[in-house]
């Protein structure tokens, strides 16, 4: 049986962390920030966990993580 390969856009993107849970990073703070105000762009700083409708697609995406 051949190996299973990876996506690596996904394996770029997400963090599967010692808990199983997966960990993604905020959109919306790359550009056009000078209309967004300091209270929105400091929400936005950190990684969040991903929501649970969507782990079984990153977990297919990323079979050996």
């Known amino acids: 049986m051949p190996k299973m390969k990876t996506k690596k856009s996904a394996a770029k993107r997400f963090i599967v962390r010692n808990s199983g849970s997966i960990k993604r990073g ?3 703070k790359r550009h056009i920030l000078t209309k967004k ?26 079979p050996y993580a």
Do not use: F, I, W, Y
Not at 46 to 58: A, F, Q, R, T
């Open 26 to 28: 905020q959109a919306m």
């Open 37 to 62: 105000t300091t209270k929105s762009k400091r929400h936005l700083r950190g990684p969040v966990e991903l929501h649970p409708s969507d782990v079984e697609s990153v977990r297919r995406m990323l």
